[in-house]
């Protein structure tokens, strides 16, 4: 799994309790989850389809610095399905785990649409 992302928790992202506010970081992962779809499948048109089971392990508090991991699971037809890590990048305490992000690769319509990809790419490959 990589992490790419790293963010630096603010006041502005607590909770009443003054813990790390669980609509902020699924609002992370929900665009840490798009920009690495749109990037693999070379297409700015692409929605979250399904989420599984989102489980929050631990805490974190202002002034951590937490990382976004995102990993592949399968390249669907029009889908591709991420698993999901969001890490305290001091401690690697895992925050929250998410098994399946289905993203799903549209047309212009607004229609799924096969991707044609397979694998992952690397930045580094497409320049060569
Ligand atoms: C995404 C959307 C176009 C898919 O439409 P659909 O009629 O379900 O399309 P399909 O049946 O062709 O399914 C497309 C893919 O999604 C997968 N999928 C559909 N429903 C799913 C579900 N509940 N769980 C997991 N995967 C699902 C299918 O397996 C298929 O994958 P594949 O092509 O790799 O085999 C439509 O549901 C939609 O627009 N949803 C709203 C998305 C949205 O607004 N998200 C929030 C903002 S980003």
Excluded at 13 to 42: K, S, V
Excluded at 58 to 66: L, N
Excluded at 72 to 95: D, P, Q, W, Y
């Amino acid at each position: 799994m990589r992490f790419h992302t790293r963010k630096w928790i603010k006041p502005e992202d607590l909770n009443a309790n003054g813990t790390l506010f669980g609509g902020r970081l699924l609002d992370w992962i929900d665009e840490e989850a798009a920009l690495y779809t749109i990037i693999q499948l070379e297409n700015q048109k692409v929605v979250t389809k399904y989420m599984s089971e989102i489980d929050f392990k631990a805490s974190a508090k202002q002034g951590d610095i937490i990382e976004i991991g995102i990993d592949v699971v399968k390249f669907g037809k029009a889908s591709l399905t991420l698993s999901c890590k969001v890490r305290n990048k001091m401690t690697h305490e895992t925050i929250i785990t998410i098994s399946n992000i289905v993203m799903v690769n549209l047309g212009p319509d607004g229609k799924a649409k096969p991707h044609g990809k397979t694998q992952i790419e690397y930045a580094v490959d497409r320049l060569k």
